[in-house]
């Protein structure tokens, strides 16, 4: 059974600025919760296991579980984040892996790297977003930890800063993506792995469209985009959208709060 980690916002609230979306926004935490729990949900509606960690109250934003790290199997290189404000979120995440049985990795210190925030892993590659968060020695250092071939992709827009807020891979040959948020040479890397490219345009890509979680055809969205859902109901995917307002005011939506594991 295919299985996601979720951490329920417990504390979860914006009380500093990492990203250009954290502005200081007020969170409604009964409506943070509600937003949370309606996914959960859905992925126990797909069949998915959910798996839980506890959210410490000092690390607001411990809900986005798709930082830990990236996980292959067994094994999981965790995250070396670049902010202070989040560092410490590597301890809670490493305990909860080591508990479960996983094997887990730790990158030098000189190296930023941000987990699934940053990579996606299919059929032994490694798609990996550097150049706001991750860097291209810590994408390189988690692929070969994790036997991957890597494709480095260039960020290039501030506002789109992870590579799950510009890029959805949804199937072998698809996925959706903004190009205004990749450098030229990244771009073209892209059309040459994917052949069916769906590009967004700046309003769905601003409506974190690309911070989807995929299952099978199966695709949770936040709520909002209309273009998008167009181009993938054309192509066979059944897309849900859920309203996630209070996780957008930190920069974040569905796949941030969701790993695969």
């Not at 504390?11 to 979306?21: E, G, K, L, M, R």
């Not at 949770?220 to 849900?240: A, F, N």
Request: net charge neutral; aromatic share 12%.
């Amino acid at each position: 059974m295919p299985k996601v980690l979720l951490c329920p916002p417990t504390a979860f609230d914006v009380v500093y600025s990492i990203n250009p979306w954290m502005c200081g926004e007020s969170v409604n935490k009964r409506l943070a919760m509600a937003q949370w729990l309606r996914m959960e949900d859905v992925f126990r509606q797909w069949g998915v296991s959910v798996q839980v960690i506890d959210q410490e109250q000092d690390l607001p934003d411990m809900v986005f579980t798709a930082n830990a790290g990236t996980v292959r199997g067994n094994k999981v290189v965790l995250s070396n984040f670049k902010f202070p404000e989040r560092q410490r979120e590597t301890e809670a995440y490493e305990k909860w892996f080591k508990d479960a049985g996983y094997e887990t990795y730790r990158l030098p210190k000189k190296y930023n790297f941000e987990g699934c925030g940053d990579t996606v892993v299919h059929e032994g590659k490694m798609f990996a977003g550097y150049g706001w968060r991750s860097d291209l020695g810590g994408i390189r250092r988690a692929a070969k930890i994790l036997d991957l071939e890597l494709i480095p992709l260039k960020l290039s827009h501030p506002n789109f800063y992870h590579l799950d807020t510009c890029f959805c891979l949804l199937g072998r040959s698809t996925a959706m993506y903004y190009p205004g948020a990749f450098s030229p040479s990244a771009l073209k890397k892209l059309r040459q792995h994917i052949p069916d490219l769906i590009p967004l345009d700046v309003t769905d890509a601003t409506m974190f469209a690309c911070n989807s979680v995929v299952y099978g055809n199966k695709v949770l969205m936040p709520s909002g985009p209309q273009k998008i859902v167009h181009e993938l109901d054309i192509r066979g995917y059944e897309v849900t959208q859920l309203n996630t307002s209070e996780f957008l005011k930190s920069g974040g939506s569905l796949q941030c709060m969701t790993l695969w594991i």
